[in-house]
């Protein structure tokens, strides 16, 4: 074949392509095993920080199993879903969904043996996906504490969600009122109950943030009712437990 020749330039060409497409392709599948790892272990930081723990990735997956005791998906009824593991499912497209198609992972953390409900959740900023989890005390209302993060919000304003003074401010606040998620972000929001302090600059990115905890919350509602009918049904008996029991000390 003559070198010299427009066809020899574009036969070498397309070689080169072949070969380069498929050495990217066979690096891509052998590396995508160790991705999943990753972001796998990446997640399980991000739900033990909305609990107050910080582990390095190395230390994620031994913190994990000591301080998650639990796991599992909710349909949009609040009812547990087989066969569906939480770290599994992929928010970003859930959200995307119908309602009543939707899966709704829940973890059960445990912090000085009080239950916490961490609750995912996925919004948009200025710029792109944001995304976090919300710990709720034991009374499915109040904050105990949050992780935030994003893709690629602007440093200096919207990024900032990702800090700890921003998801500090959330601790004890309140999520519902009357059955309604009325907990916003919001411009010197520092007095109130359901409320915190926007972030300087970044207000599309604060806005999305209220956003998604109000969208995301909102369908945990019916598991929550549930939580709360079948605690208030075993405090009555306990309180039953203790009458009888009294009521035979004294008998005897």
Do not use: C
Not at 11 to 21: H, K, S
């Amino acid at each position: 074949m003559d070198v010299n020749k427009n066809t020899y330039t574009i036969f070498f060409a397309t070689i080169m392509v072949i070969i380069i497409a498929t050495i990217l392709s066979v690096t891509s599948l052998r590396l995508e095993p160790l991705q999943d790892i990753n972001i796998a272990l990446e997640k399980k930081q991000n739900i033990l920080k909305s609990i107050g723990v910080e582990v390095n990735r190395d230390g994620a997956e031994k913190a994990y199993s000591i301080y998650i005791k639990e796991e599992f998906v909710l349909n949009h009824l609040g009812k547990r879903k087989e066969g569906v593991s939480a770290l599994d499912v992929k928010l970003a497209k859930e959200v995307k969904r119908k309602i009543n198609n939707q899966s709704l992972p829940v973890y059960i953390g445990d912090i000085n043996e009080e239950k916490k409900y961490i609750i995912p959740l996925r919004g948009k900023g200025l710029w792109g996906p944001i995304w976090g989890f919300i710990a709720l005390n034991n009374d499915l209302n109040t904050i105990f504490g949050s992780s935030f993060n994003h893709k690629k919000e602007t440093p200096g304003l919207g990024a900032e969600i990702n800090r700890d003074f921003f998801s500090n401010q959330f601790k004890n606040k309140l999520i519902y009122e009357n059955k309604l998620v009325r907990f916003e972000v919001k411009k010197n929001g520092k007095g109130g109950s359901y409320e915190v302090d926007g972030i300087s600059g970044g207000t599309i990115t604060s806005n999305g943030v209220t956003d998604m905890i109000q969208e995301r919350l909102e369908k945990y509602l019916p598991y929550f009712d549930r939580i709360r009918s079948s605690n208030e049904v075993e405090s009555v008996l306990l309180q039953m437990d203790s009458i009888l029991i009294e009521n035979e000390i004294i008998l005897n």
